[in-house]
């Protein structure tokens, strides 16, 4: 069988992002293969637990991906303030004699955008909607590529790791099975230190925003990097509870048109077209967000990648750029209307990128999680939970098809859901041994029956 072949058969998807199945990506001519261990949303600990801990196992499956696939170069990048894990990394690749570099970034924030990445390590501009291949390069990250080290050895991805922190008893880097609840994992941090608070399921700028009552009906998927405990009063509460058309009066009454939010973009600043405040002053006369997707100003809001600089960071007004890019985006899909590149165009980065790079720590006091900022893991904490419910889409493509029923026993590791023949999708295995409770949009499997 070959790696692409068991990488499928595991199941393996992006492991730090939106779960784009990871056999899928590594077709094609490869000329550099990229490794995200920048983790670069605040207080995620994972990617580097894992290039701590699990050096030798990176390095082994990379030389197995760039040996099968005859790809020339293979960089691992990270932050140059990582020095342990850079310690370890390097030790690994003399060990193993592999032909891989360490790429080391500033601390900044987005270093782990995929197309921000691919220009730090290569000089290479990803056109606007384009993907990294299109320069030659694929970029995987840290915890996708131990996935794909367990793939080549037979071992499906069942379990994740994640960090949950912020107001919690004991931050912790956790390895459980996929569909672990959060409120499990929530326990194993020791438990919130509040008893009212307000949940991100990711990192602090791009995570997805949970009210605990919210957070209470999650599971851990084949995406989850981590669970971010945060006060119910705070500032990323208050961002969720803003109106869409309160969103829309703010932006007509108090954008001030400074551009800062341009400026400041990190899609901007390679070169795209996209322009926030010009899309914000769109907003300005708009009775409506997207009544007029065939703007050209508007179709650009498709080269956001959400980041949240001009929000989180940029806008001396406090307003929401990103968030009617978010929603400008879901239209613009919706209609069917995509960005469509000039002929013949090219793109160059701004000769400013590097002086308006956004300074991580900056950017975790902007978000109000520098209280949470400093901290080491030392040690993994890992569970088997007596249930788990584990969902049947949780990658890029159709939705996995179950070929379990209520009441069969599996056991962990066994195939519970295939890809649809023939569709961009992924495997997906028992994560404990039990029997099936139940099957409808999640797989739930208990131990105890
Ligand atoms: S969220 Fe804002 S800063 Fe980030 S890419 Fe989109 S427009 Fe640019
Ligand atoms: S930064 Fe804020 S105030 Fe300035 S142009 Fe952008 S949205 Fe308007």
């Not at 750029?321 to 985006?329: D, G, T, V, W």
Request: charged share 20%; aromatic share 4%; net charge neutral.
């Amino acid at each position: 069988m070959s790696i692409t072949d068991k990488i499928a058969a595991a199941g393996v998807v992006g492991c730090g992002g939106a779960g784009f199945p990871t056999h899928a990506k590594l077709k094609g001519t490869i000329e550099h293969l990229i490794i995200n261990g920048a983790e670069c949303e605040p207080l995620l600990r994972t990617d580097r637990y894992i290039m701590l801990n699990k050096a030798d196992e990176l390095v082994a499956a990379l030389c197995a991906i760039v040996q099968e696939l005859n790809i020339p170069k293979c960089t691992i990048a990270l932050k140059a303030d990582y020095r342990d894990e850079i310690a370890s990394l390097e030790k690994a690749i003399a060990k193993a004699g592999a032909n891989i570099a360490l790429h080391k970034m500033e601390s900044f924030y987005p270093a782990g955008d995929e197309q921000t990445i691919v220009y730090e390590v290569t000089g290479r501009v990803v056109p606007p909607a384009g993907i990294p291949i299109m320069v030659g390069c694929v970029v995987d990250n840290i915890a996708t590529i131990l996935a794909v080290y367990d793939a080549m050895h037979d071992v499906p991805l069942t379990h994740k790791y994640l960090t949950v922190t912020g107001e919690v008893s004991r931050p912790v880097v956790l390895r459980v099975p996929v569909g672990t609840s959060f409120t499990r994992c929530i326990e194993l941090a020791g438990g919130a230190l509040r008893s009212d608070y307000f949940v991100v399921a990711g990192g602090p700028m791009m995570g997805k925003g949970l009210t605990k009552e919210q957070a209470a009906c999650e599971v851990v998927t084949k995406t989850t990097s981590g669970i971010l405990i945060l006060p119910a009063d705070g500032y990323h509460a208050q961002q969720a509870r803003i109106e869409v058309s309160h969103m829309l009066n703010r932006a007509k009454s108090a954008c001030i048109q400074c551009s800062y939010c341009t400026q400041l973009c990190p899609r901007h600043m390679l070169g795209h077209p996209l322009e926030p405040h010009r899309i914000m002053r769109k907003m300005a006369v708009a009775n409506e967000i997207g009544e007029d997707l065939h703007d050209p100003v508007i179709i650009n809001a498709a080269l956001c990648c959400e980041c949240g600089i001009c929000e989180a960071y940029a806008c001396p007004m406090g307003l929401q750029p990103r968030k009617i890019n978010s929603l400008l985006k879901k239209k613009l899909g919706a209609a069917g209307i995509r960005y469509q590149r000039p002929e013949g165009a090219t793109y160059t980065a701004s000769p400013e990128r590097e002086m308006r790079k956004v300074p991580s720590k900056r950017q975790a006091a902007r978000v109000e999680v520098l209280p949470y900022y400093h901290y080491t893991i030392r040690d993994l904490v890992e569970d088997e939970p007596e249930t788990v419910s584990i969902p049947l889409r949780m990658h890029i493509g159709a939705p996995s098809v179950p070929v379990v029923a209520a009441g069969d026993r599996v056991r962990a590791g066994q195939l519970i859901a295939k890809c649809p023949d023939g569709a961009l999708g992924s495997a997906i295995h028992a994560s404990i041994s039990g029997r099936v409770v139940s099957v409808g949009n999640t797989v739930e499997i208990s131990s105890s029956l």
